[in-house]
């Protein structure tokens, strides 16, 4: 079981947070309502899985798009940023969200490359390959909007390099949870 730390406002729970694993997992949707489905469950079990710290979002983006700068200076913003300037380098972020595309698709995410080197981006798209998943890199959902986690958090010179994952909805279908969380824990332990 992973150790667990909830913020005093309820903004997020955090796990693992003594990990010495150099990933970072963010499932900054995972409050319904609007919620990315599941998400939240499945940064939860690959916590467990690998004992890499995980950060997952406790409050609605009705409320607050943890996921856009209107949440800067927030405490899941502020507990991300103490958790990179604590681990070392290269340090992974790896941001999971979900999408509607078809299943067993996989997009990630680089800001069209200016948040994680080609060689990152062709790592997770083996292993996402050999899970039987497609991939399409930097297409509908590159998260290269302004404020977002990869686009704040990153930066490739000081190897810090973060990628959004969107998961299609099937793939987080609970009973397809498991399958989903191995290919995961694949990326973090090749990223490690």
Avoid at 66 to 89: C, I, T
Avoid at 115 to 120: C, I, K, L, R, S
Avoid at 139 to 160: A, H, M, W, Y
């Amino acid at each position: 079981m992973a150790n667990k730390e909830v913020s005093s406002d309820c903004q997020f729970e955090l796990l693992n947070s003594d990990s010495d694993s150099r990933v970072i997992l963010t499932a900054p949707h995972a409050m319904p309502p609007k919620s990315d489905r599941n998400t939240g469950k499945l940064v939860q079990m690959v916590a467990e899985m690998t004992g890499t710290a995980a950060l997952i979002g406790r409050v609605s983006r009705v409320r607050m798009d943890l996921n856009r700068s209107e949440s800067d200076g927030q405490p899941f913003r502020s507990k991300l940023a103490e958790l990179v300037a604590e681990k070392g380098r290269p340090l992974y972020i790896i941001d999971i969200h979900g999408s509607h595309k078809k299943a067993q698709e996989v997009e990630i995410g680089t800001a069209g490359g200016r948040t994680a080197p080609e060689w990152v981006v062709e790592t997770i798209r083996k292993v996402a390959l050999r899970h039987n998943f497609s991939v399409a890199v930097n297409e509908k959902l590159p998260g290269s909007r302004n404020g977002t986690i990869i686009s704040t958090f990153s930066s490739i010179k000081d190897e810090v390099y973060a990628i959004q994952i969107e998961l299609p909805q099937e793939s987080r279908d609970l009973q397809n949870l498991g399958k989903t969380a191995r290919l995961i824990a694949e990326i973090i332990s090749k990223l490690r």
